[in-house]
């Protein structure tokens, strides 16, 4: 879907610019001037980056334990 109209910017732009390590909705901005004109979009942007940032978080699931390394002899 169509986040930003003014620029054509998708939400799969989006959530690709996530994937990229955009850190936030400046980044965004620059990276594809995603609410640079009218700014209509800037809440949905931030919305769709916010949510594709937290999908790509490591869960405790993903998490490997390594074991404890004993130092004494």
Known sequence: M???ICNGVTDS?????AKA???GLA???MRT???ACCGSCVDTA???LEQARAELKP???NVVAFPRISHAA
């Open 2 to 4: 169509y986040v930003c």
């Open 27 to 29: 980044e965004l901005t």
């Open 46 to 48: 931030a919305e769709v």
């Open 13 to 17: 732009d989006i959530r690709q610019a």
């Open 21 to 23: 390590g955009c850190g």
């Open 33 to 35: 001037g995603c609410g």
């Open 59 to 61: 869960g405790r699931d």
